[in-house]
């Protein structure tokens, strides 16, 4: 049997094992497992000559740019596509100093066991946190802060995710983070869960242009296929269908 109660319990996806561990159970199976729009945007089909090619520097600066417009960011600088927001959560941790970060409780599972895996202590108050991880709105019940609580964590250090955020766009605070006097706030966005297209893997860290530089750097030439350059290039600028 290859699936296990851990396996299936930390978040989404992994519906093989679901099926290895409950063989018999009625087919077919409806994965509500993680917050996916069940209405994916109407992907433009990839044209042949692009998948024998490497994705062009140019088409992901294009992407980074229309990004930062949709996000309210004045500086496309300041904004890095990444293979999807899990991603960015495993490899900030890496990055960052370590110390006390300070997690809500419950929240996406991913966050306390990248930063424990660093060597970092997590604890619940802010107060006694070195940095603060917000989820906002937090996964899985939704709770959300207003956007100056957000920004008075961001003076400290704070990491907010905002994987559903397109879900109530007021609590964004994507316009601050990485600009002067919000060097210590860094924004994650996620493409696939409001696009409905999370196969993809297409995320965004939004951090002061030094930070921004040095994920660039880690990520290397080719942080993107080109089909999900082409998806974010067609979906960003298509407010008619995200309204």
Same mark, same amino acid.
């Given at each position: 049997?290859?699936?296990?109660?851990?396996?299936?319990?930390?978040?989404?996806?992994?519906?093989?094992?679901?099926?290895?561990?409950?063989?018999?159970?009625?087919?077919?199976?409806?994965?509500?497992?993680?917050?996916?729009?069940?209405?994916?945007?109407?992907?433009?089909?990839?044209?042949?000559?692009?998948?024998?090619?490497?994705?062009?520097?140019?088409?992901?600066?294009?992407?980074?740019?229309?990004?930062?417009?949709?996000?309210?960011?004045? @500086?496309? +600088?300041? !904004?890095?596509?990444? *293979?999807?927001?899990?991603? =960015?959560?495993?490899?900030?941790?890496?990055?960052?100093? #370590?110390?006390?970060?300070?997690?809500?409780?419950?929240?996406?599972?991913?966050?306390?066991?990248?930063?424990?895996?660093?060597?970092?202590?997590?604890?619940?108050?802010?107060d006694e946190a070195d940095l603060c991880v917000v989820v906002n709105p937090n996964n899985p019940d939704g709770r959300s802060l207003a956007p100056e609580a957000v920004l008075a964590l961001g003076q400290r250090g704070a990491v907010? @995710?905002? +994987?559903? !955020?397109?879900?109530? *766009?007021?609590?964004?605070? =994507?316009?601050?983070?990485?600009?002067?006097?919000?060097? #210590?706030?860094?924004?994650?966005?996620?493409?696939?869960?409001?696009?409905?297209?999370?196969?993809?893997?297409?995320?965004?860290?939004?951090?002061?242009?030094?930070?921004?530089?040095?994920?660039?750097?880690?990520?290397?030439?080719?942080?993107?296929?080109?089909?999900?350059?082409?998806a974010g290039l067609a979906a960003y600028p298509d407010g008619a269908w995200a309204n």
């Amino acid at each position: 049997m290859s699936g296990s109660p851990s396996s299936l319990s930390g978040h989404g996806g992994r519906l093989a094992a679901a099926r290895a561990r409950f063989p018999d159970a009625p087919a077919p199976w409806l994965d509500l497992s993680t917050g996916i729009n069940p209405r994916p945007y109407p992907v433009p089909p990839q044209a042949f000559e692009d998948w024998g090619r490497l994705p062009d520097p140019a088409d992901l600066a294009r992407l980074e740019a229309v990004a930062a417009q949709t996000f309210g960011v004045d @500086d496309p +600088a300041r !904004v890095v596509a990444v *293979p999807g927001s899990e991603t =960015a959560i495993r490899l900030l941790p890496k990055i960052l100093p #370590r110390g006390r970060v300070s997690l809500p409780v419950p929240t996406y599972s991913s966050h306390p066991l990248a930063w424990r895996r660093v060597g970092s202590e997590v604890v619940a108050d802010p107060d006694e946190a070195d940095l603060c991880v917000v989820v906002n709105p937090n996964n899985p019940d939704g709770r959300s802060l207003a956007p100056e609580a957000v920004l008075a964590l961001g003076q400290r250090g704070a990491v907010v @995710d905002e +994987a559903f !955020v397109e879900c109530e *766009p007021s609590l964004s605070v =994507a316009p601050f983070a990485g600009a002067p006097d919000h060097e #210590r706030l860094i924004v994650l966005r996620s493409f696939g869960k409001f696009y409905g297209l999370a196969g993809l893997r297409l995320g965004f860290v939004i951090a002061r242009p030094a930070l921004s530089r040095r994920l660039r750097e880690t990520l290397g030439e080719w942080p993107l296929s080109a089909p999900a350059l082409a998806a974010g290039l067609a979906a960003y600028p298509d407010g008619a269908w995200a309204n």
